[in-house]
């Protein structure tokens, strides 16, 4: 068949709202947070560094890891969900 | 024992073990050589991504970069991370439900293209020999400065090693000696890196330590004292950084030996899930490099800026030797002076030192220098290992099984297999002993050219249905004649004009790639627009990779 099914749309469709979601936080904290609002963050502080500082060059990576953690759970729970999980 | 009995012995060691594993995973099966048989779990999966993405120049040379760099040092730390999360969200899960060999045979199938198929290997060979040849000079290098052998002999020695691995076992003998290879160069990158930060702070953490209050104040000052700019302060404009982080983010997500190494593992969950993991494996070594960096220039700066030169500690006469530091006493005084005007500063400092150095500057153990030399090594084969790979897939199963001869039999596929990577491994050789001039640049090339060819061609492939074989080709074609053209412009063509005044809105050639990237999408999406849409099939195979089962 040439069209998907509801059901294989309807998890299309929740997957790229993930997607949205996780990568607008990925680029917050390392685009924003990291380089665009880089001067305006290091007023604050967060312990011995300066808050843009630290996103720069520990913040983000850190949200980097967390980011594809949350996926991986978010992702296992929908493909059980919508029955496309493989085992 | 002394330090060359060590770094003999453990370099020796470890060694012995690569070889070991690699007698005892022999591939057996194209698909063994290819992708390890696909059975390899996801943690083994994460460790051994982890140590082909880290190069011999994450290991050396990147916390010394970053110490010069100071806050500008995270185009590195973000670009060479944040696109594991483009590749675990946007491309590994689907790649690895379409379940094929090679980027380049995706590529292919999914634009029923001969062409685009062509243009994939043409990229995947160009980009893994330029990221090779440095890899072999990295392993020459750490073997003429820890072990007082030649350049050359350390390269050939390297070359022996890879050859007996690659060669006999394919990934299923790379996988695993990558985990090995894993191990050794983050123990070896942890143990300096934590005695520093407990002799500098009192904290074992070097993440934590080198956020202790008034330390990266301290530096600051000490910057500013001496006429260099804050530690903390940015140098570059912001948009170049913008797009030397996103030109590197995307490169990673781009790159064919990286990719590749999710097509190993059992099932699509499997390949999110240790993408996870390499990045945390990974990230343990990058969050690490900065410390390193605020930690090694502080010390450094205090020790020897007003020292006098007679009372230099040990390890700066040692690695003086080397001429990885540098002292010309211009006013004849004893003093060294240490500052940012060339033309009163008497002092030269590689920025390997940074990290080859810290073992001793921490007055820690003969055997700490004898691992750093072997973490070195890990950290330079597991990548050339990866890329070899790449090559000889490339060659013997998009170029010879995909077009030259499709009717030779799987045993004989094997066997080209190997010739392949064997062939790969004296030419990569070659060009380890004898460096193209261009290599330091090309680094720069490889990443600028996966992104803006493989990613959005990859990219497009799975998220949009109606992106056809014309415009995903007019798209790479547009995003790399783009990219290469701007990099060569200002690397040959024009190479007085290669500043900030002089590029297009200030990007330079390192973050051009992102351009690239968006050339290509704008091109991909107006052709295909003014033609027709893919076949049938081809929209039902991609409905197919969208979901998992």
Known sequence: ?87 | MDIQAWTFLIVGLSFALYIGIAIRSRAGSTHEFYVAGGGVSPLANGMATAADWMSAASFISMAGLISFMGRDGAVYLMGWTGGYVLLALLLAPYLRKFGKFTVPAFVGDRYYSHTARMVAVVCALFISFIYVAGQMRGVGIVFSRFLNVDIEIGVVIGMVIVFLYAVMGGMKGITYTQVAQYCVLIFAYMVPAIFISIMLTDNPVPQIGFGSPGLIDKLDGLSVELGFAAYTSGQRHWLDVFAITAALMLGTAGLPHVIVRFFTVPKVRDARISAGYALLFIAVLYTTAPAVAVFARTNLIETVSGMRYDQAPAWFTNWEKTRLIQFTDKDDDGIVRYTADPATNELQIDRDIMVLANPEIAALPAWVIGLVAAGGLAAALSTAAGLLLVISTSVSHDLIKGTIRPGISEKAELRWARVAAGGAVILAGYFGVNPPGFVAQTVAFAFGLAAASFFPAILLGIFSKRMNAEGAISGMIAGLLFTAGYIIWFTYADPTSNNPEGWWFGISPEGIGFVGMLVNMAVAFAISAKTPPPEPHIQEMVERIRVPR
Not at chain 1, 14 to 38: D, K, Q
Not at chain 1, 59 to 81: A, C, E, P, Q
């Open chain 1, 1 to 87: 068949m040439s069209h998907p099914t509801d059901n294989a749309r309807a998890y299309w469709r929740r997957n790229l709202t993930y997607l949205a979601i996780l990568l607008s936080i990925w680029f917050i904290a390392s685009f924003g947070a990291g380089i665009l609002f880089v001067d305006w963050l290091d007023q604050f502080r967060i312990g011995g560094f300066k808050l843009g500082f630290w996103f720069a060059q520990q913040g983000s990576i850190l949200t980097f890891v967390v980011l594809i953690f949350v996926y991986v759970r978010l992702m296992n729970k929908l493909d059980r969900r919508f029955d496309v999980h493989e085992d």
